[in-house]
Nanobody, 128 residues
């Protein structure tokens, strides 16, 4: 089982940048995926980016490619690490609650039903 805690959300002006953090802890198996999802007001939750240890690569949805960057720290503790979502050139449509999600044996799925473990979410507001 994994536990996820997000932080870093706040209000930012259009064109600004923000870095979200997600601390992942618990039983970390060899093959897992960690994803960032976003839920805009009045809309369904959608995937933004996902990293999988199956091939150690990251996938981004088209709307954020070139502006968002997924990364993780180099923590030696195999049962706890932090992932980040660097968001640049933010626009008002980037407003929403951002969630960190994880699951075992997932190969970069963008489907939220594939992820059994979720954080509480962090609010990002892009407004002038």
């Amino acid at each position: 089982q994994m536990r996820l805690v997000e932080s870093g959300g706040r209000e930012v002006q259009p064109g600004g940048s923000l870095r979200l953090s997600c601390v992942v802890s618990g039983i970390i198996q060899t093959y897992y995926a960690v994803a960032w999802f976003r839920q805009a007001p009045g809309k369904e939750r959608e995937a933004v980016s996902v990293f999988s240890t199956s091939d150690d690569s990251t996938t981004y949805v088209d709307s954020v490619k070139g502006r968002f960057t997924f990364s993780r720290d180099n923590a030696r503790d195999t049962n706890k690490f932090t992932v980040y979502l660097q968001m640049d050139s933010l626009q008002p449509e980037g407003t929403g609650v951002y969630y960190c999600a994880a699951g075992y044996g997932i190969r970069k799925s963008l489907e939220e039903t594939m992820y059994p473990y979720w954080g509480q979410g962090t609010q990002v507001t892009v407004s002038s």
